[in-house]
């Protein structure tokens, strides 16, 4: 990777292919998703040594929950697990983890772990890993609405002053820039539901590669595509060229 390249300040990853992973090898989905950690492992260490300064993961959907149970209960058990393992690994990197979706919706010791995790790791500087747990866009767009009416009918918001940054402002990414780049696996080309607010000007990146094999070469190959293309948001390519 060429020093001069521009290395994204958030990158989100939609993590798939965990279940087709695991049935090339004739075993559970779960076997999946516990070999996927290396993955994760990998590309936060990766964000991290490349200065991307926010990291966001699609861990677990609204609509995951339903999956079967067996894989639902083996998927919370290795999150627990993971938390409790991979927080002196947080401390050492100076990473810090925040959450979006509702996470109390998930079991009481997920719950817990993360709450320990947060509020341990919270006053690191260096990338802010963001885990969305139980995470719908849509959901998170009807309680911006939800929340904006709110406070319109009680007077604390003008709804002639409402702008694109207020809306912002009402999101559960509020205090995180948008992504730039985000990065699918296992070759399906969609959104499912992730941050379809924050995406409309991200660059979006497929790869046929399963996520349980993905690792910081695989990211680096991201990076360079992401590189290659013109960030021009709406205006022609002369007149960014006019503003350098």
Request: hydrophobic residues 35%; charged residues 25%; aromatic residues 6%.
């Amino acid at each position: 990777m060429s020093p001069q390249q521009n290395i994204p300040q958030h990158i989100a990853v939609i993590m798939d292919g965990n279940g087709r992973w695991a049935k090339k090898k004739g075993a559970a989905r779960i076997f999946g998703h516990r070999n996927a950690i290396k993955a994760v492992r990998d590309t936060v260490e990766g964000c991290a040594e490349l200065g991307v300064k926010y990291l966001t993961l699609y861990a677990f959907s609204t609509e995951n929950w339903g999956r079967p149970k067996e894989e639902v209960d083996g998927l919370m058990e290795l999150l627990i697990d993971s938390l409790r393992k991979e927080l002196s690994t947080l401390m050492k990197n100076n990473i810090r983890l925040q959450t979006i979706g509702d996470i109390h919706a998930l079991p009481g010791r997920c719950v817990v772990e993360l709450k320990e995790d947060i509020e341990t790791s919270a006053e690191n500087t260096g990338l802010t890993l963001v885990l969305a747990l139980n995470y719908s866009g849509r959901a998170e767009l009807v309680k911006t609405i939800a929340s904006m009416a709110h406070d319109a009918k009680t007077g604390k918001l003008n709804p002639s002053a409402i702008d694109e940054q207020t809306v912002q402002n009402y999101l559960s990414t509020h205090s995180l820039p948008d992504p730039e780049l985000l990065i699918r696996t296992s070759g399906e080309l969609r959104l499912s539901n992730f941050l379809l607010w924050q995406l409309a000007y991200t660059e979006l990146y497929f790869t046929d590669v399963l996520w349980p094999d993905f690792r910081k070469e695989h990211l680096k190959q991201a990076i360079d595509e992401y590189n290659k293309r013109e960030r021009r948001f709406g205006k022609t390519s002369e007149q960014l060229t006019q503003t350098i």
